[in-house]
C-alpha cells in the first residue's frame, strides 16, 4: 500500500519561491506516475503536473508552465515540485498523487485515474 506525505508549503511573496516534496512508501513507486494537484477554496481541485514512471516525460498546466518544475527520484522514492516566480493565484492547498492502478506508469492530467493522495500542504502567496 502506498502512502504520500507532502512537504514544504509556506507562506512566500509574490516572485519568490518554494519547493514542494511528497515521500512515498511503497516498493513499487518506481512504476507509478506521479501528479501534483491543487485546490484553492471555494474552487474544484486542478491538475498542476505530472511525470511518468521513469521521469522522462512531463505534463504541465498551461497556468504554471514555465514557472514550476515536476521531478522524481526513484532511489528515494521522492517527487518535487520546484514552484519558481509564485503568483497570488497559486494560492492553495497542493496534493501528491500516485497512480497505482490501470496504466500506472502513464501520467495524465485526469485526477480521476490517481487513486492515493496525500493530505496536502498548503501554499499561500501574498501580494
Known amino acids: 500500500q502506498v502512502q504520500l506525505v507532502e512537504s514544504g508549503g509556506g507562506l512566500v511573496q509574490a516572485g519568490g519561491s518554494l519547493r514542494l516534496s511528497c515521500a512515498a512508501s511503497g516498493r513499487t513507486f518506481s512504476t507509478h506516475a506521479m501528479g501534483w494537484f491543487r485546490q484553492a477554496p471555494g474552487k474544484e481541485r486542478e491538475f498542476v503536473a505530472a511525470?511518468?514512471?521513469?521521469?522522462?516525460?512531463?505534463l504541465y498546466a498551461d497556468s504554471v508552465k514555465g514557472r514550476f518544475t515536476i521531478s522524481r527520484d526513484n532511489a528515494k522514492n521522492t517527487v518535487n515540485l520546484q514552484m519558481n516566480s509564485l503568483k497570488p493565484e497559486d494560492t492553495a492547498v497542493y496534493f501528491c498523487?500516485?497512480?497505482?492502478?490501470?496504466?500506472?506508469?502513464?501520467?495524465?492530467?485526469?485526477?480521476?485515474?490517481?487513486?492515493?493522495w496525500g493530505q496536502g500542504t498548503q501554499v499561500t502567496v501574498s501580494s
Open positions: 498523487a500516485s497512480r497505482t492502478g490501470y496504466n500506472s506508469r502513464i501520467s495524465s492530467r485526469n485526477a480521476d485515474v490517481y487513486d492515493v
Open positions: 511525470v511518468i514512471w521513469s521521469a522522462g516525460n512531463t
